[in-house]
């Protein structure tokens, strides 16, 4: 089974909520599905997170006993700077990254992305437009992996 990196938007208010109340994380991402923006980045996460620096993924406050594995809360003022940060990434730095990885690389599902730059291309869209589209709004973020 694969494991897929989540991304859901919420406001600040909603975001802080859930921040001093952690039980409220699985009632408002798995019930009512409380989220603004939505996207994930499929098996992509682990490679984009080497590219990137960790740019758009492991920020904010952490939660552990929250979506299956835990989760990361992240605040409309992070949303905005990570916004700004993969604005600068293009497609040919992208793929210059990931060669820079090379090909022994043991991160998640590397393998699958040598072979297809453009599936590669088009989660690194996902998370970029996602992070865009929220600091447009104004909104937080929460991530997590399942």
């Known amino acids: 089974m694969s494991m897929n990196m989540f991304f859901r938007a919420f406001t600040q208010a909603e975001i802080d ?10 009632q408002w ?22 590219i990137l620096d960790g740019v758009g993924f492991w920020i904010g406050e952490e939660v552990d006993n929250a979506l299956f594995n835990g989760c990361n ?16 990434w293009t497609h040919e730095k992208i793929i210059a990254g990931m060669r820079a990885l090379g090909e022994n690389s043991d991160l998640y599902h590397f393998e699958a ?20 589209e929220a600091a447009e709004k104004g909104l937080g973020a929460l991530s997590y992996a399942a």
């Open 73 to 88: 809360l992240i605040s409309a003022a992070e949303v905005k700077v990570n916004a700004e940060k993969l604005a600068e």
């Open 17 to 26: 909520a859930m921040e001093n109340d952690n039980s409220l994380i699985d």
């Open 29 to 50: 991402v798995l019930e009512d599905e409380k989220y603004t923006l939505t996207t994930d980045v499929e098996t992509a996460w682990d490679v984009l997170a080497a």
């Open 113 to 132: 992305f040598q072979d297809d730059d453009e599936y590669l291309l088009e989660q690194f869209d996902c998370l970029q437009n996602f992070y865009k």
